[in-house]
């Protein structure tokens, strides 16, 4: 049903590009990237004296200093140990906070909100996509970049900006009241800012008239949906929500509409069970923010997979000359061409998925592939065997789908191709990875 899901890929309702794609990846890399992150995530307020009792028992974090003014990556996984997914969990108050993200943490943590008998409330904002007419409450601004501090500094109207890193602070722009998250999209330095949505416009106006001699530049979809890819961050799991019984409410609480419903499943991977495609916290580096010192949902299935080997996450460098076969499989007299490769952001599916293979065996799985100006190179994310999963292995991955393709919108009729590729370290760039967090 995924693979021939009608979706596509995961959409960005903004321009999409201000400039050029390229030169607004260098932006986060060279100068300042505003990155506009307002329509296509999901909040969901949850407010009420058991909203930390909540988290606690369906999240894999350990709440106990977490609170007003914190923020933290909220990791959900099923009965078996598998990561149903991941957003940001923002502390607004003692009672109270926001969870940022795809819909599907929000609607599991809204789902036990509403089935599990704890004293909260739960206000939903829909992305974009689910609800066209609603009216945002916040803005959303992501300011990234080596010159972003410099940039927001000078913009503060208020005291001293909280730069250390998943903290909250406050910044004062143009006379309105933001809030602030330190943390790195794209790897890159900078601060989360949001507001009353109403405020937003005159928030980037100041950003943008200030930001103009730090080489601040506006990033469309076509550049966001890339910048997965160079900070490392896999923003596609399969959520394990598919199969058995202890999940079967589920389920049936889910909308026909939902997202977990219409997404798309894409790529070579391609082996008739949905299980072959849920990952564990381990497999995208969550393992190091599971805690035991609590009962939560899926506690005993990881305590017994902390003790088994584990695949890791890695970068794959394609090699130049097996991109330009793609290219050139375009342009020759095969009874189909290759797949086509999107600039910058390679994705036509929700979930991404292509098959990585070494003398012929299955070793892992590519995701997010996309085009880096920065790095001059096509990259990708992968979930890799421990045995290749060292810097400077060579590895395939097999571009394109099998049978000439699925039916979705999205994928034109093709033949697959292999393309070798070489395992790098996350984030890709070495000044990012040193400092990515290291901020203070």
């Known amino acids: 049903m995924l693979y021939d899901n009608q979706m596509g890929r995961y959409p960005f309702p903004i321009e999409a590009e201000y400039t050029h794609w390229a030169e607004e990846q260098r932006a986060w890399r060279e100068g300042v990237a505003l990155m506009n992150q307002s329509f296509h995530m999901t909040d969901l307020y949850v407010k009420g004296p058991d909203v930390m009792k909540l988290l606690s028992d369906i999240s894999v974090n350990s709440y106990a200093k977490f609170g007003k003014g914190k923020a933290k990556q909220i990791v959900c996984v099923n009965h078996d140990g598998y990561l149903i997914g991941d957003s940001i969990v923002f502390g607004l108050a003692d009672d109270e906070v926001n969870i940022v993200g795809r819909p599907i943490v929000p609607n599991w943590v809204q789902y036990h909100a509403e089935t599990g008998g704890y004293d909260v409330t739960v206000t939903r904002d829909e992305r974009k996509l689910d609800d066209p007419e609603n009216r945002r409450l916040t803005y959303r601004y992501e300011v990234q970049g080596p010159k972003a501090l410099d940039l927001l500094n000078e913009v503060n109207e208020g005291g001293e900006l909280t730069t250390k890193f998943f903290n909250m602070g406050e910044i004062t722009i143009a006379g309105c009241k933001a809030q602030t998250l330190s943390h790195g999209m794209g790897g890159a330095q900078g601060l989360e800012i949001w507001g009353p949505f109403d405020e937003g416009d005159k928030v980037k106006a100041r950003l943008m008239e200030v930001g103009e001699k730090y080489g601040l530049r506006l990033v469309g979809s076509r550049a966001y949906a890339s910048a997965a890819a160079e900070s490392g961050w896999?923003?596609?799991?399969?959520?394990?929500?598919?199969?058995?019984?202890?999940?079967?409410?589920?389920?049936?609480?889910?909308?026909?509409?939902?997202?977990?419903?219409?997404?798309?499943?894409?790529?070579?991977?391609k082996t008739g069970n949905i299980e072959d495609y849920y990952m564990t916290p381990w497999d995208v580096d969550y393992g190091r923010v599971v805690k035991f010192d609590h009962d939560f949902i899926g506690r005993e299935a990881l305590e017994k997979m902390a003790e088994q080997p584990q695949r890791k996450k890695m970068t794959l460098v394609w090699k130049p000359e097996d991109v330009l076969a793609v290219n050139m499989g375009l342009m020759d007299d095969g009874d189909l061409p290759t797949k086509t490769m999107d600039f910058p952001a390679a994705h036509y599916a929700s979930y991404p998925y292509d098959l990585v293979t070494k003398d012929g065996r299955t070793v892992g799985i590519?995701?997010?592939?996309?085009?880096?100006?920065?790095?001059?190179?096509?990259?990708?994310?992968?979930?890799?065997?421990?045995?290749?999963?060292?810097?400077?292995?060579?590895?395939?991955?097999?571009?394109?789908?099998?049978?000439?393709?699925?039916?979705?919108?999205?994928?034109?009729?093709?033949r697959q191709?292999?393309?070798?590729?070489?395992?790098?370290?996350?984030?890709?760039?070495?000044?990012?990875?040193?400092?990515?967090?290291?901020?203070?």
């Open 234 to 269: 896999v923003p596609s799991v399969v959520p394990a929500i598919y199969t058995g019984e202890k999940m079967k409410p589920y389920r049936e609480w889910l909308k026909a509409t939902s997202f977990e419903a219409l997404s798309t499943l894409g790529g070579s991977m």
């Open 366 to 414: 590519s995701i997010a592939p996309a085009y880096s100006a920065n790095e001059r190179a096509w990259i990708s994310l992968a979930v890799l065997d421990p045995e290749v999963a060292e810097t400077g292995t060579e590895v395939t991955v097999t571009w394109g789908e099998p049978d000439g393709g699925s039916t979705k919108p999205t994928v034109e009729r093709h």
């Open 417 to 440: 191709i292999d393309v070798r590729t070489e395992v790098h370290p996350w984030p890709i760039h070495d000044a990012v990875r040193e400092t990515y967090r290291k901020q203070t």
